[in-house]
């Protein structure tokens, strides 16, 4: 049918920023005898109350293909509604249900669903390792709502798919927006009705593809359709997002030197303090993250906000906050992953097992290491065979325990802190002999390592941290029980000392600790008077640990 000529003149501006002719110039036809009034699309015409001739809400077009062009230009046309329902008597989709229509999104939300499946888990257990609330993960599963560029990112490495959830995110973004604009998206049928492909598509298993032969010919027709200013003018909005919204390098090495000196201090700063550090910045790189930018700059962005992430999950399992330490290690897991840095990874790995290991899920501690056994690093190959050692230890494995602690010994170094785990140097080395030798019931390795250790720290080299050199004196005490001749007053002496020192900055992991020695005295040894202050002190310590 002819369109009449829109009553607005060239160049006039609609009101939203785009210019008259980039709405296709068209009239609306006549309605039940009432002279036609200059048309928009739907999406647009719900919040223009001003607009001549229209009522809010009042949208009534569909849109169909144009019989006038070999290309798929879509253009619109008047259409009664049928209310409730998204189609109309004829079976054609209303304007407001092409607006609300995402056939991207709705793959992706198949594509989940059978993902989920063959992955034997659930939402849940996907909130809780990608580090987002159930309730974003379900809206995306279920199709409700397009997730967010961190979201799939998540779902991409928990979910492995070759960044097929991120393709398809990126789609059903893509398609919401330009349907807000009344556009249909190329190559998406508005209706259910078959419509011939135009010249230049080939049509395969229902399936439609650009024949590059005739793409040249085509390309003034593309450049006609009415709807592409209003895109372009998109496209430039995200550019100059993409160049003016992003963090500055001043600002970005500003972070980047304040993650470098947290590393530094996390051993011996006091938590209380640390936290407050931490958590500013991690809000500051998560507002950062929310924008957009180049993929040079959202590779140092996410890598700090990987670190930032895993300081607080660290922070969390320090005062025996466990749920919280192991969302933040989902989600710095997630930036690790993306962006491949084994310091991170690995790090991340070691809290993870920690948890696992404080909560006496021993296999899972060491199945959370035998996952980045493929990644090395010579800063953290030490920590995680450390750490295979306890595990392996308390499950009664002796012979593993004691090859990863050989391990452990030839892979330890004396590098500096950086972001991520403490590493382990020579007196780590001897603090984790001392500490695994009393799983293994080992007197004279417990004997022989225990003083090396608590010696070694006093020397505040780099793998200083007081939470390990607390755990180093725990280890000399308990030298002082085992073996056939056990002095439990210089035990209690030596024990005592680390309550002494520090009483409200003791982790939870010390804590424990001074428990385990407590409960390794003997009934006649209560009576000591020594043995007997230190029963007392250890009864008035509050649980968990402190900030």
Same mark, same amino acid.
């Given at each position: 049918?002819?369109?009449?000529?829109?009553?607005?003149?060239?160049?006039?501006?609609?009101?939203?920023?785009?210019?008259?002719?980039?709405?296709?110039?068209?009239?609306?036809?006549?309605?039940?005898?009432?002279?036609?009034?200059?048309?928009?699309?739907?999406?647009?015409?719900?919040?223009?109350?001003?607009?001549?001739?229209?009522?809010?809400?009042?949208?009534?077009?569909?849109?169909?293909?144009?019989?006038?062009?070999?290309?798929?230009?879509?253009?619109?046309?008047?259409?009664?509604?049928?209310?409730?329902?998204?189609?109309?008597?004829?079976?054609?989709?209303?304007?407001?249900?092409?607006?609300?229509?995402?056939?991207?999104?709705?793959?992706?939300?198949?594509?989940?669903?059978?993902?989920?499946?063959?992955?034997?888990?659930?939402?849940?257990?996907?909130?809780?390792?990608?580090?987002?609330?159930?309730?974003?993960?379900?809206?995306?599963?279920?199709?409700?709502?397009?997730?967010?560029?961190?979201?799939?990112?998540?779902?991409?490495?928990?979910?492995?798919?070759?960044?097929?959830?991120?393709?398809?995110?990126?789609?059903?973004?893509?398609?919401?927006?330009?349907?807000?604009?009344?556009?249909?998206?190329?190559?998406?049928?508005?209706?259910?009705?078959?419509?011939?492909?135009?010249?230049?598509?080939?049509?395969?298993?229902?399936?439609?593809?650009?024949?590059?032969?005739?793409?040249?010919?085509?390309?003034?027709?593309?450049?006609?359709?009415?709807?592409?200013?209003?895109?372009?003018?998109?496209?430039?909005?995200?550019?100059?997002?993409?160049?003016?919204?992003?963090?500055?390098?001043?600002?970005?090495?500003?972070?980047?030197?304040?993650?470098?000196?947290?590393?530094?201090?996390?051993?011996?700063?006091?938590?209380?303090?640390?936290?407050?550090?931490?958590?500013?910045?991690?809000?500051?790189?998560?507002?950062?993250?929310?924008?957009?930018?180049?993929?040079?700059?959202?590779?140092?962005?996410?890598?700090?906000?990987?670190?930032?992430?895993?300081?607080?999950?660290?922070?969390?399992?320090?005062?025996?906050?466990?749920?919280?330490?192991?969302?933040?290690?989902?989600?710095?897991?997630?930036?690790?992953?993306?962006?491949?840095?084994?310091?991170?990874?690995?790090?991340?790995?070691?809290?993870?097992?920690?948890?696992?290991?404080?909560?006496?899920?021993?296999?899972?501690?060491?199945?959370?290491?035998?996952?980045?056994?493929?990644?090395?690093?010579?800063?953290?190959?030490?920590?995680?065979?450390?750490?295979? &050692?306890?595990? %392996?230890?308390?499950?009664? +494995?002796?012979?593993?325990?004691? #090859? !990863?602690?050989?391990? @452990?010994?030839?892979? *330890?170094?004396?590098?500096?802190?950086?972001?991520?785990?403490?590493?382990?140097?020579?007196?780590?080395?001897?603090?984790?002999?001392?500490?695994?030798?009393?799983?293994?019931?080992?007197?004279?390795?417990?004997?022989?390592?225990?003083?090396?250790?608590?010696?070694?720290?006093?020397?505040?080299?780099?793998?200083?941290?007081?939470?390990?050199?607390?755990?180093?004196?725990?280890?000399? &005490?308990?030298? %002082?029980?085992?073996?056939? +001749?056990?002095?439990?007053?210089? #035990? !209690?002496?030596?024990? @005592?000392?680390?309550? *002494?020192?520090?009483?409200?900055?003791?982790?939870?992991?010390?804590?424990?600790?001074?428990?385990?020695?407590?409960?390794?005295?003997?009934?006649?040894?209560?009576?000591?008077?020594?043995?007997?202050?230190?029963?007392?002190?250890?009864?008035?310590?509050?649980?968990?640990?402190?900030?």
């Amino acid at each position: 049918m002819a369109l009449a000529t829109s009553s607005l003149s060239r160049g006039a501006d609609t009101g939203f920023g785009i210019p008259a002719e980039g709405l296709g110039g068209v009239t609306k036809p006549p309605r039940n005898n009432v002279p036609g009034s200059p048309a928009m699309p739907g999406a647009l015409s719900r919040y223009s109350p001003g607009w001549p001739g229209w009522a809010a809400g009042s949208s009534h077009d569909t849109l169909r293909r144009s019989s006038a062009t070999e290309c798929n230009i879509w253009v619109l046309v008047p259409q009664r509604l049928v209310a409730p329902s998204d189609k109309d008597a004829a079976g054609r989709f209303t304007v407001e249900a092409e607006r609300q229509r995402n056939d991207a999104l709705d793959e992706l939300a198949t594509m989940l669903q059978s993902l989920i499946e063959d992955n034997a888990t659930n939402i849940s257990r996907l909130a809780e390792r990608t580090g987002f609330k159930r309730q974003q993960v379900s809206r995306a599963v279920n199709g409700r709502e397009v997730p967010s560029p961190d979201l799939s990112d998540a779902l991409d490495v928990v979910l492995p798919c070759g960044g097929a959830i991120r393709r398809l995110r990126d789609a059903a973004d893509r398609e919401k927006r330009a349907r807000r604009l009344g556009v249909v998206p190329p190559m998406r049928r508005p209706t259910d009705e078959y419509v011939p492909a135009a010249q230049g598509i080939v049509v395969s298993n229902d399936v439609r593809t650009i024949d590059q032969e005739v793409v040249s010919t085509n390309r003034r027709e593309f450049a006609a359709i009415p709807a592409l200013p209003a895109l372009s003018a998109l496209a430039a909005s995200t550019r100059q997002r993409i160049e003016t919204g992003s963090a500055s390098d001043r600002t970005l090495d500003e972070l980047e030197s304040d993650v470098d000196e947290i590393a530094q201090v996390y051993g011996s700063a006091p938590h209380l303090a640390l936290l407050g550090e931490v958590a500013g910045r991690w809000k500051q790189i998560e507002s950062i993250l929310d924008g957009r930018m180049s993929a040079g700059t959202r590779t140092r962005v996410t890598l700090l906000g990987g670190q930032l992430t895993y300081f607080l999950g660290r922070l969390a399992f320090n005062t025996n906050d466990f749920r919280s330490a192991r969302r933040f290690a989902g989600l710095a897991g997630t930036y690790a992953h993306e962006i491949g840095e084994p310091v991170l990874i690995m790090s991340v790995a070691a809290l993870q097992s920690s948890v696992a290991y404080h909560t006496q899920r021993y296999r899972q501690a060491v199945a959370a290491l035998s996952i980045v056994r493929h990644v090395r690093h010579p800063y953290m190959d030490a920590r995680i065979a450390a750490y295979e &050692a306890r595990a %392996y230890a308390k499950m009664g +494995d002796h012979d593993n325990a004691r #090859a !990863a602690l050989n391990r @452990m010994e030839a892979a *330890s170094c004396s590098m500096a802190p950086m972001p991520g785990e403490t590493p382990v140097g020579p007196a780590a080395v001897a603090m984790f002999r001392s500490g695994v030798a009393i799983s293994l019931d080992d007197a004279d390795m417990v004997q022989e390592w225990a003083p090396i250790a608590v010696a070694g720290y006093r020397r505040k080299g780099s793998d200083f941290t007081v939470e390990e050199s607390q755990h180093a004196v725990m280890s000399y &005490a308990s030298s %002082y029980l085992v073996g056939p +001749d056990p002095e439990p007053e210089e #035990a !209690a002496r030596v024990a @005592m000392g680390v309550i *002494s020192t520090a009483p409200d900055a003791l982790t939870h992991t010390v804590k424990a600790r001074l428990r385990q020695c407590a409960s390794s005295f003997s009934p006649t040894h209560h009576r000591l008077p020594a043995v007997a202050s230190y029963l007392e002190a250890c009864r008035t310590l509050p649980a968990g640990g402190t900030v």
